[in-house]
């Protein structure tokens, strides 16, 4: 449902990993390049939501170990109650919808405490061009292993859409190893012809045996749940998006602090549009392009919920300015998994 980095975005060559829509990314091993779209569709089984479509712009057979996966990562806090590595774990389920123009067999990875621990599923898509709704039984996993902490990474689910012949093996249950990137025997190869596609939607995660009803969650629930991990701020096609304000304490030394909207899961990292210009200080009836990008100020005033920001532009002491963006400018507060 949310996709706060836009709609659509092209993948060309080898980017190991890409993520648009909230919460999932799609991702190659570092031999791998690639061509595919992926992208936010309103296309959906029950026409509420909408789902993740990746489609292929370029043909690829891979070869030796090259992947090519859709991930997903749940933090270990919100997995603890499973109970795994314990003798009291429960059964657990994973229910999505899927379609996909190629019929075939299809792999799901699930692993546990940075792939460690993982066990190697399929699923078959059966008719072309329709939605399917898919269900996959989680065994108990009750050997003790040494848990994550709780922000960090603690069950992973990747569906593999195309795999090398290194990397293909037969299903299996719960295992030890470190392999973080294997599919089963007659995965499909989704970037063998151009057009092909695959989308999902729908995808539910929950504690027992039995699939229950897709719960739909309002827009701005599932927002503040994405805004934990990822929040961009960021201008539209035009006009100009008034941040805040700074404040000079010497020369160009300018610091402007933002509350996060939610507390996100760590200290976030910040990314910035490319074009320093983008990023103007209003003051005095005058508008100033900023000739360098905004910074993070990591050394003090940073935590999941406070960030500062260094500005380096010319402003007499004392004076303050407010930033704002023009075209394109963004800033983007990053704590993914």
């Given at each position: 449902m949310?996709?706060q980095?836009?709609t ?5 060559g ?7 829509i ?9 031999s791998?390049t690639y061509n595919?779209?992926i992208?936010q569709?309103?296309d959906?089984?029950?026409?509420l ?5 990746s489609l292929?712009?370029s043909?690829?057979t ?8 859709i991930?997903t990562r749940l ?6 109650r499973?109970g795994?590595?314990?003798s009291?774990c429960k059964?657990t ?8 123009n190629?019929?075939?067999t299809y792999s799901?990875?699930?692993a546990i ?11 078959t898509i ?15 996993y009750?050997t ?9 990474a603690g069950?992973?689910f990747?569906w593999?859409l195309?795999?090398g012949p ?6 299996h249950?719960?295992?030890t ?5 294997r599919?089963?025997?007659g995965?499909?190869?989704?970037l063998?012809a151009?057009n092909?596609?695959w989308q999902i939607t729908n995808v539910?995660?929950?504690v027992g045996e039995?699939s229950?009803s897709?719960e739909h969650?309002?827009a701005g629930?599932?927002?503040a ?5 990822y929040y961009r701020?960021?201008n539209?096609s035009?006009?100009?998006?008034w941040v ?5 304490y010497g020369?160009?030394n300018?610091?402007?602090m933002?509350?996060l ?5 760590d ?5 910035t549009s490319?074009t320093?210009?983008h990023f103007q ?7 100033e392009?900023m ?5 993070l100020?990591?050394?003090v005033g940073?935590?999941?919920s406070?960030v500062?920001?260094d500005i380096?532009?010319?402003i007499t002491?004392g004076?303050?300015?407010i ?5 394109q ?9």
């Open positions: 949310i996709s980095k836009g659509s975005a092209a993948i060309t080898g980017s190991n990993s890409y993520p648009l909230d919460r999932y990314m799609a991702v190659a091993n570092s791998m595919v779209t992208s569709e309103t959906n089984p029950d026409g939501s909408k789902s993740f479509k292929t712009t043909a690829k891979p070869s030796g170990s090259e992947n090519y996966i991930r933090e270990e806090q919100d997995i603890r499973v795994f590595g314990t009291g059964k389920t994973l229910t999505f919808w899927v379609k996909s190629k019929t075939g799901v990875m699930i405490n940075s792939f460690s621990i993982n066990l190697l599923t399929t699923y059966s008719a072309q061009n329709t939605w399917e709704k898919k269900t996959i039984s989680i065994p108990e009750t003790s292993y040494t848990h994550p902490s709780d922000i960090a069950l992973t990747d593999h195309s795999s290194d990397d293909i093996v037969s299903p249950s719960w295992q190893s470190a392999t973080n990137a599919a089963a025997t995965q499909v190869n989704i063998d151009v092909n596609y539910q995660y929950e039995v229950t897709f969650r309002s629930d599932e927002l749940r994405c805004q934990r991990y701020m960021q539209g035009s006009g100009s998006y805040g304000h700074t404040s000079s020369g160009n300018n610091i402007m933002i509350h909207p939610v507390c996100m899961r200290n976030p990292t910040l990314g490319s320093a210009s200080l209003w003051g005095n009836a005058t508008v392009n000739s360098s990008l905004p910074t100020r990591s050394s940073i935590n999941p406070v500062a920001i380096n532009h010319n002491t004076h303050t300015r930033l704002r963006f023009g075209n400018a963004y800033l983007e507060f990053i704590a993914e998994l």
